[in-house]
């Protein structure tokens, strides 16, 4: 099997219809893929459209890849996705976000570079939807790299990538061997395995096309007030900076750039502290 789309899924009946949807229309053969929905304690009724979704493909007669239900007591995001990695079975695996959806028809693109280059992360752009107002726009990614395959330093160095996990996919033997994990019980997780899955890359690279829709809600949890954010983001600062610091070959201007990753995740935490009225 080629590929395994993750999806999380907690209270997203409204959009997780529209998810599936978009993961069956990339052009994929059946036979290449797999969706692991992972039900973490949903207390809406996602898993009942999801039922409903599943049972009219079945009633179509239309050949589809397995959709493999993973149910689990409410843990969060992070150890959603990490139930899903584990049974994935594809040699790629892809983790989006299930009130967000895909662009048509590019799951077959970026495979066929992904394994003829034996990238360990292949990443792409994105849209930023405003779906009150009806809008799309392209999200601008500088990359100095020219999207050639290159080592993890040199990809962050002159790739700006958004620090999120659905931006890439990523070879699934390359995230057992270094044992990348989502670091569970925290907000902004994407910040903590985003950077450490990109330097320890060995063959990674920028395909320019936005591929992502990412959609922009008032009440999203990365809008949200919450105590809370402060004390994880402050957290991830100092995971980074041991990162940054064990890794005791790497060149001082790679050094620089998890120090200013450190350095404005700080002021982010230092922000939502003063937002939340607790300065």
């Not at 898993?47 to 890849?65: I, K, N, P, Y």
């Not at 080592?151 to 995230?175: D, H, S, T």
């Amino acid at each position: 099997m080629r590929l395994s789309f993750i999806l999380p899924i907690y209270n997203v009946s409204k959009w997780l219809g529209r998810c599936i949807a978009s993961i069956r229309n990339q052009g994929l053969p059946p036979s290449d893929y797999e969706i692991i929905a992972v039900n973490d304690g949903s207390t809406d009724d996602s898993m009942q459209v999801l039922e409903e979704f599943m049972a009219r493909e079945a009633q179509s007669g239309v050949d589809t890849a397995p959709i493999v239900i993973v149910n689990q007591p409410n843990r969060g995001l992070s150890a959603a996705r990490n139930a899903g990695f584990k049974k994935a079975k594809g040699n790629y695996v892809w983790w989006i976000d299930s009130d967000d959806t895909l662009e048509a028809c590019f799951a077959p693109r970026l495979l066929e570079r992904a394994e003829k280059e034996r990238l360990d992360v292949l990443c792409f752009g994105l849209n930023l939807v405003d779906e009150e107002a009806g809008t799309s726009s392209k999200f601008g990614i500088t990359d100095k790299t020219n999207g050639r395959t290159v080592k993890g330093e040199e990809f962050m160095l002159n790739c700006q990538m958004p620090a999120a996990a659905w931006a890439a996919i990523y070879r699934r033997g390359f995230v057992e061997r270094y044992g990348l994990k989502f670091y569970e019980g925290i907000f902004h997780e994407d910040q903590e395995f985003t950077p450490r899955a990109y330097f320890l890359a060995r063959r990674i690279a920028f395909e320019d096309v936005a591929v992502y829709n990412f959609y922009q809600r008032e009440n999203s949890i990365l809008k949200s007030k919450n105590p809370k954010k402060t004390q994880d983001l402050l957290l991830i600062c100092q995971r980074l900076w041991d990162f940054a610091m064990e890794q005791t070959q790497i060149e001082s201007a790679i050094r620089y750039t998890f120090v200013n990753r450190v350095s404005f995740l700080f002021s982010q935490a230092l922000s939502n502290l003063c937002r939340c009225g607790l300065n």
